[in-house]
């Protein structure tokens, strides 16, 4: 790996480091080097003013998204769910989408792999959202998702719909179509008054966080993910 990159596991932007590595702020092995392409491997003891520098393979997190923030990397004018994580690694994205007016589980991933296999309809990740909807809901609606749901462009594929209240169901899909929680609702008559996403895969958002706020995933909740896109974990 260069020099580089390894020192920005410091949580500093590749060019932060590469002016540290010049400046002969950087040891490797306890000799300074300001060659920022110096290849170093995993064992070499890299500092940067006297801080071990260490192999940090992918990042991940959960943030609980509020209303009115957008789930973008970044945005000229509006606040992103990646603004809401202090200095946020460069390669940092989110793992799919919620609606500006959604609320709930964000996942946030540096690996992009990760990302691109969870969203993607080969592996029929499900996601569990509450939706708080107008009109009463009874057991034909529930057959109605369990059938599968026509919508102008396709059909939905069948989803579970457990009722919870008179207006409030959890419903669980396993498609990630644009506004597709909403439009399900919305035809069947009971439009979408609120929505907030519970879980991805066995990932559940935590009730400790408020929204707006946000933690890295614990081990077991990474391995989770890693299974559920069938990958092997890298770190
Ligand atoms: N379905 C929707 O309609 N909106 C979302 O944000 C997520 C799922």
Not at 64 to 80: I, S
Request: a neutral charge; aromatic letters at 4%.
């Amino acid at each position: 790996m260069r020099l580089d990159k390894r020192v920005t596991a410091l949580g500093l932007t590749r060019t932060q480091a590469k002016k540290m590595i010049a400046q002969g702020a950087v040891s490797v092995n306890g000799c300074v080097e300001k060659d920022p392409g110096a290849a170093v491997k995993d064992t070499d003891d890299v500092r940067v003013q006297g801080a071990k520098a260490t192999v940090r393979g992918h990042v991940h997190y959960m943030v609980h998204k509020p209303k009115g923030v957008l789930t973008a990397t970044r945005d000229g004018r509006e606040k992103t769910v990646v603004d809401l994580i202090d200095s946020p690694p460069r390669d940092l994205g989110p793992i799919g989408r919620l609606d500006k007016d959604v609320t709930g589980l964000v996942l946030l991933t540096t690996d992009g792999q990760l990302a691109h296999r969870l969203i993607s309809p080969r592996f029929e990740v499900g996601k569990l959202y509450r939706a708080h909807v107008e009109g009463a809901l009874d057991e034909s609606a529930v057959q109605a998702f369990a059938a599968g749901i026509p919508l102008k462009d396709f059909t939905a594929r069948p989803a579970k719909l457990t009722l919870e209240g008179e207006s409030c169901a959890l419903v669980e899909v396993c498609e990630g179509k644009y506004h597709q929680v909403k439009r399900m609702f919305q035809a069947i008559g009971h439009p979408v008054v609120e929505l907030e996403r519970l879980r991805i895969s066995d990932v559940w958002l935590d009730k400790n966080l408020a929204p707006g706020e946000y933690r890295e995933l614990t081990e077991e909740e990474t391995a989770l993910l890693y299974e559920a896109a069938g990958m092997k974990q890298e770190n």
